[in-house]
């Protein structure tokens, strides 16, 4: 079964700092990954996807993730915060096969600091 | 760009009172779900719904839902005799098959009295 671990429910960062938001995964079969934003009162919007080839992979934004395999893990970065970058992040595994479940983590809040 | 709709956005109902809520997922995809993000904590899988049934659900989703796709179009997940832990946002999303990625409608919050 699939699991997903985020690291940190909180994260706060200056404006222009570096971004880092921490996701662990555990699946069965090679899994397809997403990041999702959520800002206050919205739904769901993709940020960025890794299903096979290039475990660098870039998204809106700025943000890019990187697939480590050996690691379990995809962590998202954006090299400069901005203000408009506060909101929740999850990050998701789906086994990319049959009904293509997908399962989140707890999410992180991202704040950012003027 | 073609997205996901949901209805009500809003929704207030009492204890024990049936509660539909509405979806209609993208016209060529082929996988429906719906997820539910209790306030401040993670979404969460329901159900997910493939070629007129049921595929696979959680836990959360006992016998008091049930969900259907009447018509080809709406996608709908109905709650039978609501309870104050009912009380979430409940997305729907969609996705065609071979990318696995969800697509999100905005959310029906439904508040449970």
């Known amino acids: 079964a699939q699991s997903v671990t985020q690291l940190g429910s909180h994260v706060s960062v200056s404006e222009g700092a570096l971004v880092l938001l921490r996701c662990n995964y555990s699946?069965?079969?090679?899994?397809?990954l997403f990041w999702y934003v959520q800002y206050p009162n919205q739904g769901l919007q993709l940020l960025l996807k890794?299903?096979?080839?290039?475990?660098l992979v870039k998204g809106i934004n700025g943000f890019e993730a990187e697939f480590k395999k050996s690691e379990t893990s995809f962590h998202l970065t954006k090299p400069s915060a901005h203000m408009s970058d506060a909101a929740e992040y999850f990050c998701?595994?789906?086994?990319?096969?049959?009904?293509?479940?997908?399962?989140f983590g707890a999410g992180t809040r991202l704040f950012v600091k003027a | 760009e073609p997205e996901v709709t949901q209805t009500p956005s809003h929704q207030v109902t009492q204890m024990g009172q049936e509660v539909i809520l509405r979806c209609v997922p993208i016209?060529?995809?082929?996988?429906f779900y719906w997820y539910r993000q209790i306030l401040g904590q993670k979404v969460e899988f329901l159900v997910s719904?493939?070629?007129?049934?049921?595929?696979?659900k959680s836990e959360i989703f006992d016998d008091q839902f049930s969900v259907e796709r009447p018509d080809g179009s709406n996608f709908t997940l109905k709650i039978r005799s609501t309870k104050l832990e009912d009380s979430a946002m409940y997305f729907c999303?969609?996705?065609?098959?071979?990318?696995?990625?969800?697509?999100f409608g905005e959310g029906s919050r439904l508040t449970v009295l």
């Open positions: 998701a595994v789906s086994e990319g096969t049959g009904g293509f479940k997908t399962i």
């Open positions: 699946s069965s079969v090679p899994p397809y």
């Open positions: 890794y299903t096979t080839g290039a475990t």
């Open positions: 016209s060529n995809h082929l996988y």
């Open positions: 719904f493939y070629n007129n049934e049921i595929s696979e």
């Open positions: 999303a969609s996705i065609f098959g071979n990318t696995g990625e969800l697509f």
